[in-house]
């Protein structure tokens, strides 16, 4: 687990601090499909590994913005804060999908405190730079700054 911090001084103190790695999770088709379903994204690269086999990828990949979607479900092992009365997702910055994720392939989470500031006394407001490693890739499937605050 990355670093839990339980309030605005000791989120800013942070600030610079590498938060370290999730696990690895496998992108598998269900998955994809189920993204497709919620969204409306039924492209063949994504969806049809029949005819994604003879594409330029060799197989279904998965969607950029399902990639960005599971850095929330990543955030809590980078991340963690205690003791708030809530925190809201603000925006992301700097979204970028430097390699496509292929259907079976790994990813895992890596993420840098790279802003926190005091908004008041009892809120912070935080920017993770988040990369999304592909196992094996020397690039990866996403990266983006993600903004959060926490109120105590």
């Not at 708030?84 to 259907?103: E, Q, W």
């Amino acid at each position: 687990m990355g670093i839990v911090f339980s309030s605005v001084q000791e989120a800013v103190a942070a600030l610079g601090k590498p938060l370290g790695h999730s696990d690895w999770l496998t992108i598998e088709q269900p998955r994809i499909d189920e993204f497709a379903r919620a969204t409306g994204d039924f492209q063949w690269i994504h969806v049809n590994p029949d005819k994604a086999r003879d594409g330029p990828f060799g197989r279904t990949v998965a969607h950029g913005y399902l990639t960005f979607s599971l850095i929330n479900m990543f955030l809590p092992e980078l991340w963690r804060a205690e003791g708030m009365k809530m925190a809201v997702n603000y925006g992301a910055d700097r979204l970028r999908f430097p390699a496509p994720v292929p259907v079976g392939s790994r990813v895992r989470a890596v993420g840098e405190l790279v802003k926190a500031e005091s908004i008041d006394e009892n809120t912070v407001q935080t920017t993770v730079r988040v990369t999304m490693e592909l196992e094996g890739s020397p690039k990866p499937g996403c990266v983006a700054d993600i903004m959060g605050r926490y109120y105590f």
